[in-house]
């Protein structure tokens, strides 16, 4: 009976522990507003010129779940800039490429796409930039990409003369 | 032979030679003027084109500003390119033909449904479409020292009634004279005596070319019998439509500003908004009015004269048969038509061209970009520009007189890398002085992210929780002195996190980081962020005593951002020639830098600035959930308020201070942040998108020691931290009992 009153008492001091935050949503959830700290600008003037209302204690956000799919004009883009790449036509396949960037700089897709051309034209040290940029971008999951980036960067140093950033790269592209 | 007769001959080969030669000369002269002066055209800066596709971030209010600033007009049912219809979210737009650096985009009719901030539904031609652009504003031009302006037009483009109104009111035997018309100036004289007074003119349109070409306005009989020479010899070496081509684009039509509006081409958009080969007869006629005298025949300033003169270019085409009795009098009752404000202007975002000039210096002599014609396309975002500059008279006129002598500078990027717009002073539109560019301010506590970033690169153990020491610290300098510095808030905050510190911005702990991992480290580590400026390695650096420019600033700010690539802004995207092909391009240039790893880690501390820190204001502006990372910066006795932060796809650098370095009553959080907050509540569409990184660590902490922790104990968060350096004490779960006492109280209705 005492062991049970114990077991009992715990479960209700940890339920309260966890209650007494807010419903979690990852780790950037909201918390109870608290003292704000004074900031190092704060003034009388500046309280009454900028601040309505005091906004409430928030925490950065940090997301585990995938990134979006892009979207079709990128998807289009890309599409385009492989036909005009198959045609030979680098400039304008670079173009399209410059374009999906500007709508979304962050999709790997694109860096990678863009890392071919580069090659393409001969241009080894920017065309290792941008594959390594993808890589950068892309996650562990997807293989296929990080291989052929790892490939490319391996690509490109054989052109740049480095032999053993290049065996490095190929090592790299053959883990996947 | 008698020796009359020798004289005689003697004399006719010397005249003849005499003759020939003078021609000669002046054949020379015309062909190379000719061939050189007819074709000197301005470069023209335009700005982003607005890509359209479903899922864009867009509201119904930006796109109207868009439409504007191109010269897009309202209408109720779009039926020609330039006009577009509203009804609430649904816009049809009938799209301009426009020639772009990789294509030329038809002209075409678009709808699109705007729908939660974003585009729903896009259709172009009736057909879905993944993807539809619209022609860039034009930002300005590069003219030359006499401000002349043309858009280049073919003959076959001119409508003909356009060249039936010109040759019936100036030169109605243009194509049957041989540069000058004797009949003409028979008349003319003829007038001219009966009136005892300059009445008439005879000048053909190939004299009036000349005229402008080689001679000056000067009314003399040398003057007008040079004009003659000139004209024969124009015609003898070109055609009747290339003299026509050549006046058609050549002619002054108006001024705008200190810009001459020449050629029928640009005056087709100058005073009708629309171009050359859409104009009806009635507007055309209004051109070739104009041209008699482009400043008492102003249609914008004296329309009843305009007007009269107008029926006199139509009462003449008819007499000429060029036009039927019905489309006369069609004609002759309609309005000028022409629009209230001119479209093109000059000058207006001086600051922004400013650094395009200095872009292209490399590759363009001046010359060449006041006269080759260039198209110049790059990521100038009006919209930014212009919220950009409404921020800063706002914040000025709320600080009332103090405000009066305050000065400003921005500069605003993609994190892509463009820069997409460039404000140079707090007075819009007011050329000189280019303080995003060229004036060099202390930084303040914008160097702190590069103090902690250069910690974590150490590799000494330091990691987002390592405890500060921020008591009281003091430094001997090389010279034997001490240096003491304070907190804002002349309070000492004992240990404290090292994400807190940088969230506060607490000096005493940062110069004792600083001075720990070495203030050559964290030179190393500015120059990594793509400082190029000589940085002092003075511990006075390290609460950010040199000056730097808004626009190295935002390079710094452009790689804290990135994924450990550093990227050089740019401005110019591509430079065409003026027949539309691509003569230089200027692609993102990438260097890869910093781990990424690392700069994960300054991101989060970032956020929290923005949150839980100095840059908190912020969300006084911005939506509580739109994640931002950002810094304040203040220099000694507030003469500098800076502000440097980013989003999910800008980054943005704010200055206020005073141009005689005199103090401000402002530091980074009530100056500049304000102006930043604001900017990009309208320049930003995406919040920051922080997700977990592969090779990063996401521990449980307690917030105030940054001691490991464990997710269901109090005051915990879980942080970033790089497998090298992670935290090792463990924090006790319960700190305080009060909220469990506070719970069994509320079960009992306590």
């Known amino acids: 009976m005492r062991r049970l009153w114990t077991v009992g008492s715990l479960a209700l001091l940890l339920s309260g522990c966890v209650t007494m935050r807010p419903p979690h949503q990852g780790v950037g959830q909201e918390r109870p507003s608290q003292n704000q700290e004074i900031d190092e600008g704060a003034s009388t003037q500046e309280s009454q010129l900028e601040e309505p209302r005091k906004p409430k204690k928030i925490r ?4 585990n779940s995938p990134r979006q799919k892009s979207n079709g004009a990128v998807n289009h883009l890309i599409s385009k ?35 071919e051309v580069l090659f393409a034209q001969e241009k080894p040290s920017q065309s290792e930039q941008w594959a390594l940029r993808s890589i950068g971008l892309l996650r562990n999951q997807q293989v296929i990409m990080l291989r052929k980036a790892w490939e490319l960067v391996s690509q490109c140093r054989i052109e740049m003369g480095d032999y053993e950033g290049a065996r490095t790269a190929r090592l790299k592209a053959k883990s996947y | 032979m008698k020796k009359k007769t020798k004289i005689l001959l003697a004399m006719v080969v010397s005249v003849s030679l005499m003759l020939a030669a003078g021609f ?12 050189g002066k007819k074709w000197r055209i301005p470069s023209l800066v335009y700005g982003r084109s607005l890509e359209l596709y479903s899922g864009k971030s867009l509201s119904g209010k930006l796109l109207r500003q868009e439409l504007q600033a191109t010269g897009y007009k309202k209408v109720r049912v779009p039926k020609s390119p330039g006009e577009y219809a509203q009804t609430a979210n649904k816009f049809v737009i009938y799209k301009r033909s426009f020639r772009f650096w990789d294509t030329t985009d038809d002209a075409s009719k678009i709808s699109l449904t705007l729908a939660d901030g974003s585009i729903d539904r896009l259709i172009s031609q009736g057909r ?38 010109l040759l019936a009111t100036e030169d109605q035997g243009f194509y049957s004279h041989w540069g000058v018309s004797p009949t003409a100036i028979a008349r003319a004289i003829y007038l001219n005596l009966k009136a005892q007074r300059y009445a008439q003119g005879a000048s053909t349109i190939t004299q009036q070319l000349v005229k402008n070409f080689f001679l000056t306005p000067e009314r003399s009989l040398k003057r007008k019998m040079l004009e003659a020479s000139y004209a024969i010899a124009v015609e003898a070496f070109y055609s009747k439509d290339e003299i026509l081509e050549t006046y058609l684009n050549e002619v002054y039509l108006g001024q705008s500003g200190s810009r001459a509006i020449h050629g029928f081409g640009l005056g087709a958009e100058f005073y009708f908004g629309k171009s050359l080969e859409s104009l009806s007869l009635q507007e055309s006629a209004l051109l070739v009015a104009i041209v008699n005298g482009p400043s008492i025949f102003n249609p914008r300033r004296f329309p009843t004269r305009a007007l009269k003169r107008r029926n006199l270019v139509l009462n003449l085409m008819l007499d000429v048969e060029k036009i039927d009795k019905e489309s006369h009098s069609k004609a002759i009752k309609t309005k000028l038509g022409v629009t209230s404000t001119p479209r093109a202007q000059t000058l207006k975002y001086p600051a922004y061209l400013d650094l395009v000039k200095r872009h292209l210096a490399r590759d363009y002599a001046n010359e060449d970009l006041q006269q080759e014609g260039l198209q110049i396309f790059t990521a100038f975002d009006i919209n930014i520009q212009r919220q950009g500059e409404k921020s800063i008279i706002k914040r000025k006129k709320a600080w009332g007189r103090t405000g009066k002598q305050l000065e400003a500078a921005a500069v605003v990027a993609s994190l892509g890398g463009d820069i997409e717009a460039v404000i140079g002073g707090s007075t819009p539109g007011l050329p000189g002085f280019n303080r995003a560019l060229d004036s060099k301010r202390p930084i303040g506590s914008l160097v702190k992210p590069a103090i902690a970033l250069a910690a974590f690169r150490a590799g000494a153990g330091y990691h987002l929780t390592s405890s500060l020491s921020d008591e009281k610290i003091t430094v001997t300098l090389d010279d034997g002195k001490t240096w003491s510095p304070k907190n804002y808030d002349l309070e000492s905050h004992g240990d404290v996190p090292l994400y807190l510190a940088l969230a506060h911005s607490y000096n005493q702990a940062f110069v ?14 500015l120059f990594d962020l793509g400082i190029d400026d000589d940085i002092p390695t003075n511990p006075a650096m390290l609460l950010g005593s040199f000056g730097l420019s808004p626009l190295s600033v935002l390079q710094m700010f452009q790689t804290l951002a990135s994924q450990g690539f550093m990227v050089k802004p740019r401005t110019v995207r591509y430079v065409t020639n003026r027949d539309g092909e691509i003569q230089k391009s200027y692609q993102i240039q990438l260097q890869e830098s910093i781990s990424k790893e690392y700069l994960h880690l300054i991101q989060y501390a970032l956020q929290v600035v923005m949150y839980e820190g100095t840059g908190r204001g912020a969300y006084a502006y911005l939506p509580r959930d739109f994640s931002a990372a950002g810094k304040t910066g203040t220099s000694n006795n507030k003469r500098d308020s800076w502000f440097a932060g980013f989003t999910g796809d800008k980054v943005a650098v704010v200055w206020m201070g005073r141009d005689d370095n005199k103090p401000t009553p402002l530091t980074g959080s009530s100056g500049a942040l304000p102006v930043w907050s604001e900017i990009m509540k309208t320049a930003s569409l995406e919040p920051m998108d922080y997700r977990q990184l592969d090779g990063i660590e996401y521990l449980w902490v307690d917030e105030t020691t940054g001691e490991r922790s464990f997710e269901f104990c109090q005051e915990v968060r879980q942080m970033p931290f790089h ?28």
Request: hydrophobic share 40%; glycine share 6%; proline share 8%.
């Open chain 1, 81 to 115: 800039a492989n036909k005009a790449q198959r045609d030979g036509d680098f400039a304008t396949a670079e173009s399209y490429l410059e374009r999906a960037y500007r709508i979304s700089h962050r999709d790997p897709r694109v860096s990678l796409a863009m890392a």
């Open chain 2, 723 to 750: 497998p090298s350096s992670i935290p090792e004490a463990v924090a006790p779960c319960i700190k305080s009992t009060k909220p469990i006492v506070d719970w069994f109280k509320s079960l009992f209705g306590g």
């Open chain 2, 512 to 525: 004792r980081l600083g001075m720990d991992i070495g203030t050559e480290s964290v030179a190393q580590t």
């Open chain 2, 128 to 165: 879905p479409a993944d993807l539809v652009r619209l022609e860039p504003v034009l930002l300005g031009g590069i003219y030359p020292h006499d401000f002349e302006d043309r858009k280049l037009i073919k003959l076959e483009d001119v409508p003909q009634n356009l060249i039936d109104a």
């Open chain 1, 60 to 63: 950065p956000v940090i997301r």
């Open chain 2, 24 to 35: 000669a000369w002046i054949s020379w002269n015309v062909v190379e003027a000719f061939e």
